[in-house]
């Protein structure tokens, strides 16, 4: 599990405001080359329960440059929680986040639903999710780093999904402002107030940073555009922070990558920022993704490999 660093003990890091030339250097290389669009980021595979090293190099030699691969596989619509699972086992991932509205295998099912305590959250509705990173609620100590998506069946309109790597996000921010990471790092920043259930506390106020560094030397993000059940501090650098970077995922920037995952495709990804249009299911296509949340990174991704 990687917890995050002080900035002190993270100088040797590229995302440390301490380290300048690392950071440029890094940056360099990270912008070379950098995939230009959604099928950039596509590697076909035949099953994802038997993946071939071919296809596993493929696939996180992706993940190193952007933090994030697509797959198409031929599965199909077939439902086998096996796929996502097995293929998160050859990312070395084994702590799965088995939330509270988990399956009992620990993967999610992200599909409409019209009854039980599901209903009430917008996973499980066809209602546009906004940006946001995996687990910006979790205790410190139960932050997700990875998060890998598999898709059964898609909606019959709708549903498409827009990925940004938070690396990226960052750099922006920096190149426009050091002081706006500075600002992003307080441990203070961001506040999830508490989930209460039947007048009881089902989770409690989460506050912490939105950016930090954990002990590889990695960048985490922690991140909601919601206005809704999130507060922010309150002081003006932080506040246009913010602006700019909500200006920057709500334009065109050619960092964004938008389009619709077709049965047997799928994400592994460093649990990058993303978002998900409304939709509407019919007899024939009703949306179904199976969600894997991880409190690793994905095996050989790691920035100072």
Known sequence: MK????QSQAIFSPF??????????????????????LGDLLVEINDPRQLKESELDALKRLCRKTNMALYASNTGTDPDPKIPLLLGQ???LDGLNKNWLADDNGLTSLTVRNAGPRQHYIPYTNREIKWHTDGYYNTPDKQIHSLNLHVVQRAATGGENALMDHEIAY????????DYIRALMANDVLTIPARIQDGVI???????PVFSITPSGDLHMRFTIRKNNARWAD????QEALHYLNDILNGDS????????????????????????AFTDDAEHKRHYYRARYFDRLAGTYVLD
Not at 171 to 178: A, C, G, H, Q, S
Not at 202 to 208: L, S, T, V, Y
């Open 16 to 37: 440390s405001l301490e380290n300048e030339d690392l950071y440029r250097r890094w940056c360099d290389t990270k912008l070379k080359d950098y995939p230009e669009n």
């Open 202 to 208: 089902a989770r409690h106020e989460q506050k912490g």
């Open 90 to 92: 050859r990312f070395g």
């Open 3 to 6: 917890n995050s660093l002080p």
């Open 171 to 178: 750099i922006l921010l920096r190149e426009k402002n050091p």
């Open 254 to 277: 050619p960092y964004i990558y938008r389009g619709l995952l077709e049965p047997g495709m799928g994400l592994v990804s460093n649990n990058v920022l993303h978002d998900r249009a």
């Open 235 to 238: 002081d003006a650098l932080t």
